[in-house]
């Protein structure tokens, strides 16, 4: 059920009192001004949330993605977190990393077409972005977790909320693992609650719909996760869950904020599931990798090893893992599917970049339209208007 990952730390409360404190001083100086949010003349998309821990952010993005790369020129924007370099770097072939970060490394292997950058710094990210220094004719940026970047003012701000972990039931850090008061939701123009059951009944839509208490001019959506078929992470072929045979033991190798539904999501492919877990962005050591070695050579044939599109990225760049790991490594990759109202999400998100781009097809095709249609008010097209556009 909804908030079933939840666990309050009741004797850290005091000190989420303290934390909250500050959080809402700087969510003030924000709301008058003291610092100050940049808007940009290109359309700004955020994806984020408001919790510590993984809320689906990566296929998320994934799928903006998908839905805009034919229509515009998408560049992603992220921080690069746990990067090893400094400042602005654009992705190309000879990336690592080090030098970008493991989610934006699987966001370019992904989509080799798509410009993908990293700065902490999102303001100046954008302007070297659009400025024509770096890329031309960008359409769109879509900010990867930057919900709580507040220099940037974004067209469309998405909020993701896991619904094992709704934010209406969480506290403050460090008792719970919200990084900001619940009001914060306040912002968001889309409200996204990831990682529901697929078979989520109505009355629960009812249910979170009214628990969310949102605002008219916010919109609510509802995702699940779905797997594609297992991809070799090293050497083999592609395979599907459903060929996994009954008596396999999965060693399920992680390096996530969230790996839990991962591991219950496997459980009816196999005989058994054998979880090794390593904090989220974990970059894999020397004792890491003979770890890895030992707990794969104990178990029993068959078996295999199944790890994430994210921890991936980080193992290719892993030396000394063991023949025998290498050729039995998969990586099951993850995309989302929205449980209702796919297409006016679509269409909000299309509607927004065609409103606000003036080199995107989406652009070039309103104007076409616009130009048809001039004698006809009666034919044209509709807009999508956000609170802060």
Request: include cysteine; aromatic fraction near 8%; hydrophobic fraction near 35%.
């Amino acid at each position: 059920m909804e908030g079933d990952f939840i666990k309050i730390n009741e004797w850290l409360l005091p000190l989420s009192w303290l934390y909250g404190l500050g959080v809402r001083i700087r969510n003030f100086m924000f709301e008058v001004g003291l610092l100050k949010s940049h808007s940009f003349d290109v359309p700004v998309i955020s994806v984020g949330n408001i919790t510590v821990g993984g809320t689906g952010k990566t296929p998320h993005v994934e799928y903006l993605i998908s839905l805009l790369r034919e229509k515009a020129n998408v560049a992603v924007l992220s921080r690069g977190y746990k990067r090893k370099s400094r400042g602005f770097v654009m992705a190309g072939p000879e990336s690592t990393t080090r030098d970008i970060g493991d989610e934006p490394m699987q966001m370019k292997k992904k989509f080799r077409d798509v410009t993908v950058a990293v700065d902490r710094n999102r303001v100046k990210g954008i302007r070297l972005l659009t400025d024509g220094s770096t890329v031309k004719d960008i359409d769109v940026i879509l900010l990867d977790d930057a919900f709580q970047h507040r220099y940037v003012k974004p067209g469309i701000n998405i909020l993701l909320v896991d619904y094992h972990r709704l934010i209406i039931y969480d506290k403050l850090l460090p008792a719970g693992r919200l990084r900001e008061p619940l009001s914060g939701k306040n912002r968001a123009d889309i409200v996204i609650v990831t990682k529901c059951p697929k078979d989520l009944k109505p009355m629960n839509f009812r249910v979170i719909t009214k628990a969310m208490n949102l605002f008219p001019y916010q919109h609510l959506y509802f995702t699940t996760l779905e797997y594609d078929n297992l991809t070799p992470v090293f050497c083999g072929e592609e395979m599907s869950l459903d060929s996994i045979k009954p008596d396999t033991n999965v060693l399920l190798l992680t390096g996530i904020a969230s790996p839990k539904q991962m591991a219950v999501d496997l459980e009816p492919y196999a005989k058994s599931i054998h979880s090794l877990s390593f904090p989220d962005h974990h970059r894999f050591n020397a004792g890491d990798v003979e770890r890895i070695n030992n707990t794969f050579a104990s178990l029993p044939d068959p078996k295999m090893i199944i790890t994430t599109e994210k921890d991936t990225t980080r193992l290719l760049e892993t030396e000394g893992l063991s023949e025998n790991v290498r050729h039995n490594m998969y990586a099951l990759p993850l995309r989302i599917r929205f449980i209702e109202k796919k297409e006016k999400f679509n269409e909000n998100i299309l509607g927004y970049v065609r409103k606000n781009s003036r080199n995107s097809i989406l652009a070039k095709t309103k104007d076409d339209n616009k130009s048809r249609n001039s004698h006809h008010s009666g034919n044209r097209s509709r807009t999508i208007s956000f609170r802060n556009n």
